[in-house]
């Protein structure tokens, strides 16, 4: 079962995290005054009873529920999470475990970080996207003004337990987002990961390398934890455009069906600079055309959502394009009329 010490908390992946994480409680549990669990009204129903019977020395807790989606992450709904912990006995020696996908994660992440100063926190992801991408790194994150991911912390943890067994319950559409940031991985590390990616079939084919995905972003962040470096902006590889494409639909697109479209356009604009050969564009091009195979019907307002990015640096759009399998990233600033082309490609 890979494992592994990460700047950002202990990390298992595999059928035996939810044995790990037992363990841990059996060490653990003691010394906290009380615990909270936050997942979403899907997992809650779907995964949760699956999880906790798993779970023979967590003792008492409380479940906090959110509503499933993006809009979850707000400044309003963590106000009123900071209350609820409170009415449920939760003090500054309590634990939070949050249970779901990367919005329950990303909240969950914030909501610990910043209740009485700080609480320890554990992460049980549950979606795909949540074990090989968003429970890994200590980014946490909320969305206010319909800019995504605008107030956040980097946060440790006590521990990450990645349970594959509770996929079993993921629908078609969350393994299909999830996916894409999988395809991104794979593309950075290049080598077999990338051949094996460009292999897969069906979603069941993910599971023999959600271990090589996971380990992929595990090894890209501990090398640069708090993104200092051009190591860690890599994975910002197809985020450009796709987050600005999320912000401009108004959460109404999954996360990974943006990062998709934002890794076919930014293939196009790598390729357009020279950045990238065509032919391993097209390969990527190929890959994600082969699992959304109808492009979105971008809004008008994916420019505006541009200039908002965080990576942008006095008001000039930056990016971090592809410059092949396992060759990194290109940061750079693309003029206007690059995009646009790339925009009118895709369209
Ligand atoms: N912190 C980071 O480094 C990082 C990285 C990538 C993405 N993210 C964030 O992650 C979020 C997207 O994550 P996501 O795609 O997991 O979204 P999500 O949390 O909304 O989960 C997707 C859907 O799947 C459901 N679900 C999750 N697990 C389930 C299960 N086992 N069975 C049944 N239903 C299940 C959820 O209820 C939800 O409806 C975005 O907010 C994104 O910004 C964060």
Same mark, same amino acid.
């Given at each position: 079962?890979?494992?592994?010490?990460? /700047?950002?908390?202990?990390?298992?992946?595999?059928?035996?995290?939810?044995?790990?994480?037992?363990?841990?409680?059996?060490?653990?549990?003691?010394?906290?005054?009380?615990?909270?669990?936050?997942?979403?009204?899907?997992?809650?129903?779907?995964?949760?009873?699956?999880?906790?019977?798993?779970?023979?020395?967590?003792?008492?807790?409380?479940?906090?529920?959110?509503?499933?989606?993006?809009?979850?992450?707000?400044?309003?709904?963590?106000?009123?999470?900071?209350?609820?912990?409170?009415?449920?006995?939760?003090?500054?020696?309590?634990?939070?475990?949050?249970?779901?996908?990367?919005?329950?994660?990303?909240?969950?992440?914030?909501?610990?970080?910043?209740?009485?100063?700080?609480?320890?926190?554990?992460?049980?992801?549950?979606?795909?996207?949540?074990?090989?991408?968003?429970?890994?790194?200590?980014?946490?994150?909320?969305?206010?003004?319909? /800019?995504?991911?605008? @107030?956040?912390?980097?946060?440790?943890?006590?521990?990450?337990?990645?349970?594959?067994?509770?996929?079993?319950?993921?629908?078609?559409?969350?393994?299909?987002?999830?996916?894409?940031?999988?395809?991104?991985?794979?593309?950075?590390?290049?080598?077999?990961?990338?051949?094996?990616?460009?292999?897969?079939?069906?979603?069941?084919?993910?599971?023999?390398?959600?271990?090589?995905?996971?380990?992929?972003?595990?090894?890209?962040?501990?090398?640069?934890?708090?993104?200092?470096?051009?190591?860690?902006?890599?994975?910002?590889?197809?985020?450009?455009?796709?987050?600005?494409?999320?912000?401009?639909?108004?959460?109404?697109?999954?996360?990974?069906?943006?990062? @998709?479209?934002?890794?076919?356009?930014?293939?196009?604009?790598?390729?357009?600079?020279?950045?990238?050969?065509?032919?391993?564009?097209?390969?990527?091009?190929?890959?994600?055309?082969?699992?959304?195979?109808?492009?979105?019907?971008?809004?008008?307002?994916?420019?505006? /959502?541009?200039?908002?990015?965080?990576?942008?640096?006095?008001?000039?759009?930056?990016?971090?394009?592809?410059?092949?399998?396992?060759?990194?990233?290109?940061?750079?600033?693309?003029? @206007?009329?690059?995009?646009?082309? @790339?925009?009118?490609? /895709?369209?």
């Amino acid at each position: 079962m890979p494992q592994r010490e990460t /700047y950002f908390g202990p990390w298992t992946l595999g059928d035996e995290a939810l044995e790990a994480l037992d363990q841990w409680l059996e060490v653990h549990r003691s010394n906290y005054t009380q615990v909270c669990i936050l997942t979403d009204e899907n997992v809650h129903e779907a995964a949760l009873p699956h999880v906790l019977s798993g779970l023979a020395h967590l003792g008492e807790s409380a479940v906090l529920e959110i509503p499933p989606g993006e809009s979850s992450k707000c400044p309003e709904l963590l106000s009123q999470l900071w209350i609820a912990m409170l009415e449920n006995g939760m003090d500054r020696h309590s634990l939070l475990v949050s249970m779901g996908g990367g919005v329950v994660t990303d909240l969950g992440g914030f909501l610990a970080d910043t209740f009485m100063r700080g609480i320890d926190h554990i992460l049980v992801p549950t979606s795909l996207l949540g074990m090989v991408d968003a429970s890994i790194g200590g980014k946490t994150a909320i969305d206010v003004g319909g /800019y995504k991911n605008l @107030a956040g912390t980097f946060a440790q943890s006590e521990g990450i337990f990645a349970w594959p067994p509770v996929l079993n319950s993921l629908p078609e559409a969350e393994w299909r987002s999830g996916w894409a940031e999988c395809i991104k991985h794979a593309f950075l590390q290049g080598g077999d990961l990338w051949d094996a990616c460009q292999q897969v079939q069906s979603y069941a084919e993910i599971l023999p390398l959600l271990p090589a995905l996971a380990m992929a972003k595990v090894e890209v962040v501990d090398a640069d934890p708090f993104e200092l470096t051009d190591a860690r902006k890599a994975l910002n590889l197809g985020h450009t455009l796709g987050h600005a494409i999320e912000s401009a639909f108004g959460g109404g697109v999954s996360h990974g069906d943006c990062i @998709a479209a934002g890794l076919w356009l930014e293939s196009c604009i790598a390729e357009d600079l020279g950045h990238l050969k065509p032919s391993h564009g097209q390969a990527l091009r190929t890959l994600i055309d082969r699992w959304w195979t109808i492009h979105l019907p971008l809004p008008a307002e994916v420019n505006a /959502y541009l200039h908002g990015d965080k990576k942008n640096q006095s008001g000039k759009i930056r990016f971090a394009l592809p410059a092949g399998p396992g060759q990194g990233i290109v940061l750079t600033e693309v003029p @206007a009329g690059i995009v646009k082309k @790339a925009l009118a490609k /895709y369209v």
